[in-house]
């Protein structure tokens, strides 16, 4: 039973450009939530998926933006990348919107310079 | 603005030893989650409480719901090399809007 995965598991990107970071869940769960982790943090929320639509946000702007797929894999992409922006970015699967037994991946490395 | 913090930061000790680790706010929770994270990996979920004064335990771990839902404790009882890792807990608030909130951690290393 394969758990959450996601890629790229390490990304460099210039500050400026774009960057697509992409999440499957866990086999049987139909919710995909972001979190950024920023070194020395805890995980922050960044929004949920649910039948293809975010239903969460949390205090990020719109320069943050997702997807879901109807196989329930998640990409969220990022524009106009700020050195702030490097972090550890995490997905988490669960069954059902309102479920916080979420299951996270590995993470994507992101380093923007 | 909701807020977790844990205590203490950072704790090492040896192997063997007792310890307990603090998760506070001032803002009631529906629930709270404790995570373990290694290097290079996600958060695990260790154990989630919902009623005040719960406890729960997990082999040599004991966790605790503040009577007010508003703190948490987790308890290592002869702590182990194993136990190593970054502890984080998290809370959802008690509205239906609310999202799930995490703290810094608290970054634990057993000494063999």
């Known amino acids: 039973d394969a758990g959450v995965t996601q890629s790229p598991t390490h990304l460099i990107k210039t500050r400026g450009q774009q960057v697509t970071l992409r999440c499957s869940p866990k086999s049987g769960h139909d919710t995909v939530s972001w979190y950024q982790q920023a070194l020395g943090q805890g995980p922050q929320f960044i929004f949920q998926y649910y039948e293809e639509e975010e239903r969460q946000r949390g205090n990020f702007p719109d320069r943050f933006s997702g997807h879901q797929f109807p196989n329930y894999s998640s990409e969220l992409n990022v524009n106009a990348l700020l050195l702030g922006d490097s972090a550890l970015y995490l997905c988490?699967?669960?069954?059902?919107?309102?479920?916080?037994?979420?299951?996270f991946g590995p993470g994507t490395r992101l380093t923007v310079t | 603005t909701q807020l977790l913090e844990q205590s203490p930061q950072f704790l090492s000790i040896q192997e063997g030893e007792n310890l307990t680790v603090y998760c506070n706010s001032s803002s009631v929770f529906s629930s709270l989650q404790w995570y373990r994270q290694e290097p290079g990996e996600g958060p695990v979920l260790l154990v989630t409480v919902v009623t005040g004064g719960e406890v729960k335990k997990l082999k040599r771990l004991t966790f605790q719901f503040g009577d007010a839902r508003k703190d948490s404790s987790l308890h290592i009882t002869a702590a182990q090399p194993g136990d190593t890792g970054l502890y984080l807990c998290?809370?959802?608030?008690?509205?239906?809007?609310?999202?799930?909130?995490f703290g810094k951690g608290t970054r634990l290393h057993i000494l063999p």
């Open positions: 988490a699967s669960s069954i059902g919107r309102s479920s916080y037994e979420q299951y």
């Open positions: 998290a809370g959802v608030g008690a509205r239906t809007d609310d999202k799930i909130i």
